[in-house]
T-cell receptor, first 115, second 114 residues
Framework: AQKITQTQPGMFVQEKEAVTLDCTYDTSDPSYGLFWYKQPSSGEMIFLIYQGSYDQQNATEGRYSLNFQKARKSANLVISASQLGDSAMYFCAMREREGAQKLVFGQGTRLTINP | DAGVIQSPRHEVTEMGQEVTLRCKPISGHDYLFWYRQTMMRGLELLIYFNNNVPIDDSGMPEDRFSAKMPNASFSTLKIQPSEPRDSAVYFC????????????FGPGTRLTVT
């Protein structure tokens, strides 16, 4: 069964608009972590943002924020004021339980920012 | 810090040949991970180490794959013999005592087996 689901294979957004990339997850453990990574066309995987299951507030890192809805098991990435350089693949990942180090990745969403 | 270093960046080899991929994790990180990325299967964890000891190798596809970590600053992933279906990008990542144990990835090795 899919543990991380990213339902948007591709998204096209106008520059300067905000964009939301969807991620839903499945775990029965109460303690888990959620991550977003960016993979530009050059291929490297870049860590963007982290949300712990017990964190009371949504995580933010600059233009990135994570819309964490625990009851719905969703952890959507929001990019504000999108830039051309945001065009990339975006992966949602989950660390399933406290102390575990394995990450399970979704299939990714390809984001294209249009000028 | 230099980040995670992988070599080679590109490798083209013929079927049946031995391939060795190398990784140097970020200094001070005590976990090291090997991933494989393909279009069909996405990003898959192959194996990971903690303090140089293999913890979980359930993702290693078959006996042709082996990984070692002889010390804290070096790891290898070996494929012998290689097959065309092994063609993929192989990433090494490391993590340590950081806030969220986020993993930091190397640039990857693009392997092509002809």
């Amino acid at each position: 069964a899919q543990k991380i689901t990213q339902t948007q294979p591709g998204m096209f957004v106008q520059e300067k608009e905000a964009v939301t990339l969807d991620c839903t997850y499945d775990t029965s453990d109460p303690s888990y972590g959620l991550f977003w990574y960016k993979q530009p066309s050059s291929g490297e995987m870049i860590f963007l943002i982290y949300q712990g299951s017990y964190d009371q507030q949504n995580a933010t890192e600059g233009r990135y924020s994570l819309n964490f809805q625990k009851a719905r098991k969703s952890a959507n990435l929001v990019i504000s004021a999108s830039q051309l350089g945001d065009s990339a693949m975006y992966f949602c990942a989950m660390r399933e339980r406290e102390g575990a180090q394995k990450l399970v990745f979704g299939q990714g969403t390809r984001l294209t920012i249009n000028p | 810090d230099a980040g995670v270093i992988q070599s080679p960046r590109h490798e083209v080899t013929e079927m049946g040949q031995e391939v060795t991929l190398r990784c140097k994790p970020i200094s001070g990180h005590d976990y090291l991970f090997w991933y494989r990325q393909t279009m069909m299967r996405g990003l898959e964890l192959l194996i990971y180490f903690n303090n140089n000891v293999p913890i979980d190798d359930s993702g290693m596809p078959e006996d042709r794959f082996s990984a070692k970590m002889p010390n804290a600053s070096f790891s290898t992933l070996k494929i012998q013999p290689s097959e065309p279906r092994d063609s993929a990008v192989y990433f090494c990542a490391s993590t340590g005592l950081v806030v969220a144990y986020e993993q930091y990835f190397g640039p990857g090795t693009r392997l092509t087996v002809t």
